[in-house]
Structures are given as structure tokens and as C-alpha cells.
T-cell receptor
């Protein structure tokens, strides 16, 4: 089945560091990928829609200059958390789909980001 | 997207069937009913989806009310590995490349 790989699975770094998270579709091409954030004991919140070859679409309240998204190929989207602070500590999850009808979303295993 | 309502939590004994309800009284005629689940410390995984007719796959069954205002996800024989948060989500179309709006879901606990 379709697989989405997310890397790294865990990051611990100092405040002020920028952190890049990769999301890859391993056996299919994805023109659209999605980035979610999940705080402890809460549901997933969509941050942005990553579009291959064009600018990402951000949800209301998500700072586009803080969370940089690049979708340079049909199999890779990256999320960079710039100048991360402790309040950015969260579980970041990406998803993608082969597209077309009747196709579910496939999620990565998430990246747990801890900012000290 | 139309809103769904699910119980916050449910418990079930291992090896017994589990019925997870979802209310979606404002569902529109073009909304598909999707179910995903999230195991601890993992990303969500697709379970099943349907429009009007009941659906079965290797993971579960989806029973959709005739008026489509509610649905039930059925796990026929729960195992410990089924302990997860289950999300019932409405999507306006059957196309995969559209965003999902997650509610609070139902946390399912399986009792050995």
C-alpha cells in the first residue's frame, strides 16, 4: 500500500534553532500534501496545504513566515520551523494521497519536536 | 465541512465486537463519511469510508443510517491493537487530495 515517510521522528533542540521536517511519499506521487500539528491530548489541527510547484496554503492563524513549506517535487514536502521556541513544541504530522477518487489520506508517523 | 459528534471515550472487552457511533445531523448529500484512527504516538491511519450504503473491508464495517444523519463503525472482534482514537470525518467529495478536519474523536480502550 501507499506509504508516507516522515523524518526525523524526534527532534530536541535549543530555542532559536530552525528545524526542518521532511515528508516523502515512497511509492506514489503527490501533488498535494498536508501538514498537521497535534498538542498533547488534543486533536490534529491542519496547518497548511502543500502544493507541488506553487505556494502553500496556510490555515487561519498559522504564520507562514514561521512555518516555511517547500514542495519542490512530487514526492517531497518539507516543513521548516524557523527560530523555534518552546511553544512550538508539538507533534507534527504530514499526509499525502495518490489522488483521484476513492483514495484515502496516508499519514507519516509524525515528528515529535521538543524545544528547550 | 459539516460537524460530527462522537463520544469522548468507550471501553470494550477484548475479542468482542465494538460499535463506535458518530452523529452528523447536518450532513449534505455530497458528504462522504470517513473514519480514521490514531494509535498512540503515531500518525492517523485510514479505516473505512462510505456514502450511503454499508461498507465492509478487512479492518471494519461501516453502517450508515438510512437518513445518513448517523453512522457506526464496527470492529467485529476487538484486539488490544485496536486501542486508539477513532475519528469520524465528513468530506465533501470522494477525492483523496482534500484536507481532513479532525474533531475530538473517540478514545477506545480495550480491556484484556
Amino acid at each position: 500500500g501507499a506509504v508516507v515517510s516522515q523524518h526525523p521522528s524526534r527532534v530536541i533542540c535549543k530555542s532559536g534553532t530552525s528545524v526542518k521536517i521532511e515528508c516523502r511519499s515512497l511509492d506514489f506521487q503527490a501533488t498535494t500534501m498536508f501538514w498537521y500539528r497535534q498538542f498533547p491530548k488534543q486533536s490534529l489541527m491542519l496547518m497548511a496545504t502543500s502544493n507541488e510547484g506553487s505556494k502553500a496554503t496556510y490555515e487561519q492563524g498559522v504564520e507562514k513566515d514561521k512555518f516555511l513549506i517547500n514542495h519542490a517535487s512530487l514526492t517531497l514536502s518539507t516543513l521548516t520551523v524557523t527560530s523555534a521556541h518552546p511553544e512550538d513544541s508539538s507533534f507534527y504530522i504530514c499526509s499525502a494521497t495518490p489522488g483521484g477518487s476513492n483514495q484515502p489520506q496516508h499519514f507519516g508517523d509524525g515528528t515529535r519536536l521538543s524545544i528547550l | 465541512d459539516a460537524k460530527t459528534t462522537q463520544p469522548n471515550s468507550m471501553e470494550s472487552n477484548e475479542e468482542e465486537p465494538v460499535h463506535l457511533p458518530c452523529n452528523h445531523s447536518t450532513i449534505s448529500g455530497t458528504d462522504y463519511i470517513h473514519w480514521y484512527r490514531q494509535l498512540p504516538s503515531q500518525g492517523p491511519e485510514y479505516v473505512i469510508h462510505g456514502l450511503t450504503s454499508n461498507v465492509n473491508n478487512r479492518m471494519a464495517s461501516l453502517a450508515i443510517a438510512e437518513d445518513r444523519k448517523s453512522s457506526t463503525l464496527i470492529l467485529h472482534r476487538a484486539t488490544l491493537r485496536d486501542a486508539a482514537v477513532y475519528y469520524c470525518i465528513l468530506k465533501i467529495s470522494n477525492f483523496g487530495n482534500e484536507k481532513l478536519t479532525f474533531g475530538t474523536g473517540t478514545r477506545l480502550t480495550i480491556i484484556p
